[in-house]
């Protein structure tokens, strides 16, 4: 809960794929709280961007959200961030992985095509 998890671990990102997944499902904070046995005000606190997550929490929660952890990582050189993902991962996680590392769009850009691509991904797609 130090200052090392805090730079190490992009927790925005975290309580970003939390919110974003407990929607999709149409779950409750207690609901998620219930599955991955972390406290329901501690999910509120990482949605919030407010909360700093261990390490036992974000094992939990990464794997809730079936997200390699090396997504949440932050790394020593930001000028490069890789995108990292695997075969398992929805196309629409890809594709958010990629237009956040592209350093000619600013973040807020990224999550807005992000967000349009999930949109017509969902619209489009056989799987509802």
Same mark, same amino acid.
């Given at each position: 809960?130090? $200052?090392?998890?805090?730079?190490?671990?992009?927790?925005?990102?975290?309580?970003?794929?939390?919110?974003?997944?407990?929607?999709?499902?149409?779950?409750?904070?207690?609901?998620?709280?219930?599955?991955?046995?972390?406290?329901?005000?501690?999910?509120?606190?990482?949605?919030?961007?407010?909360?700093?997550?261990?390490?036992?929490?974000?094992?939990?929660?990464?794997?809730?959200?079936?997200?390699?952890?090396?997504?949440?990582?932050?790394?020593?050189?930001?000028?490069?961030?890789?995108?990292?993902?695997?075969?398992?991962?929805?196309?629409?996680?890809?594709?958010?992985?990629?237009?956040?590392?592209?350093?000619?769009?600013?973040?807020?850009?990224?999550?807005?095509?992000?967000?349009? $691509?999930?949109?017509?991904?969902?619209? $489009?797609?056989?799987?509802?």
């Amino acid at each position: 809960m130090g $200052f090392k998890n805090e730079s190490l671990i992009n927790t925005v990102e975290l309580g970003r794929a939390i919110k974003r997944h407990r929607e999709e499902l149409k779950l409750s904070l207690r609901d998620v709280a219930d599955l991955t046995e972390v406290s329901a005000s501690t999910l509120s606190r990482i949605e919030n961007g407010t909360g700093r997550p261990d390490a036992d929490n974000i094992a939990r929660l990464t794997q809730w959200l079936d997200m390699p952890v090396d997504r949440l990582m932050r790394h020593a050189d930001e000028s490069v961030e890789p995108v990292i993902y695997y075969p398992h991962e929805a196309t629409p996680e890809i594709v958010e992985a990629h237009l956040r590392a592209d350093r000619k769009l600013s973040p807020e850009t990224a999550e807005a095509l992000s967000e349009l $691509f999930r949109v017509a991904y969902q619209q $489009f797609s056989k799987v509802k």
